[in-house]
């Protein structure tokens, strides 16, 4: 899905920074194993020192995010 694979490993034994990205690079990750959703990093920007604040932040969004879980009885009527 994401063209060429290099697995890293799982999200528990793996850092962003263990990724050895650069600008304008990206990663993905596999979110949701039953529902096989898929997302897509694109790096930005690398700093130093991270900007106070709450982190992970969204910085920009494609389209109206989809519900994590559907109401399959709403879409039966």
């Known amino acids: ?3 060429e694979s290099n697995i890293h490993g799982d999200v528990h034994d793996t850092t ?32 130093d020192k991270s900007p106070k604040g709450r982190y992970p932040r969204v910085t920009k969004r494609i389209g109206k995010s989809p519900p994590q879980y559907a109401d399959f009885d709403e879409e039966d009527e």
């Not at 993905?28 to 898929?38: K, L, N, S």
């Open 1 to 3: 899905m994401f063209g």
């Open 16 to 47: 962003i920074d263990s990724l050895k990205l650069k600008k304008d690079e990206a990663f993905g990750y596999w979110f949701d194993f039953g529902d096989d959703w898929w997302h897509q990093i694109n790096v930005l920007s690398i700093d």
